[in-house]
């Protein structure tokens, strides 16, 4: 079995209750770039469900992983401070992609969800959760923990713990969700946009995907199977960006070879940073350099 893969962007990370198997199983029909098994808010926070929901999610997601062996599976646990994180850990195994912590409020809540792992033999990189007041604060510290590969705002939970209101056009959370990217960006972390809670709503979706894109985000949470395919619009490039992409490298390389260190394509004067993020949208299209 491979190795996880850190280096993984997703465009689309589909959620499904850890109690359910038969969701679970349906997860890689919508073709998500990644899927997590959540022990957390999709199970009901007692001692009883969650007991119940481990054996399921362990057994769906080994069940998912060898079905479908090209898909990034995370399993959700619990926050690191609640009385279900350690119970949690027995889900987890080393064919996951990685484990998604919530709620993460600082670097040393990372330092302990390593050393609990390293204890059980695990080696998972982290999708951490950002989504309360004090974890966006410190997002820069946290994202910047060796093992951390992917981060989450949840707008959500920020606001309940700021005892704010959500609003339709997310003013409320502008500034969280943008000091997480930025966070994201600093510390060369994958990030990941916030949740739509309306179900079939693409004009909703697509709005609040637009803006999470314009922030700088590189994929979204998505709860419904009829969001991944709209993930996959906003985040990554297109076709067109795709093509054009890959003619500006065949043209620097085309210079490069006649001894041309400037060149023009397409009426603009190429520069380093140019062909930087040509390299960096065939990469995210997993296409060849």
Known sequence: MPAPDSSLRPRSVLFAPGGRADLIAKLPRSAPDAVVIDLEDAVPATPQAKAAARPVARDAARDLV??????????????????????????LTPELAGVVVPKLEAAADVRRVREALSARGLDLPILAGLETGTGVWNAREILA???????????????????????????????ARSHVALAARLTGVHALDIVVTALNDEATFREDAAQGRALGYGGKLCIHPTQVALAHEFFGPTDAEAERARRLLDAAHEAAMRGHGAFSFEGQMVDEPMLAKARATLHARGDDL
């Not at 079905?67 to 027995?90: G, I, K, M, Y």
């Open 145 to 175: 923990e060796e093992g951390v590969a992917w981060a989450y705002f949840g707008a959500e939970d920020y606001t309940t713990d700021l005892g704010g209101t959500r609003t339709p056009g997310n003013l409320e959370v502008l500034y």
């Open 66 to 91: 060898a079905a479908a062996p090209h898909l990034a599976v995370f399993v959700r646990v619990n926050a690191v401070h609640s009385p279900f994180f350690e119970d949690d850990l027995a889900v």
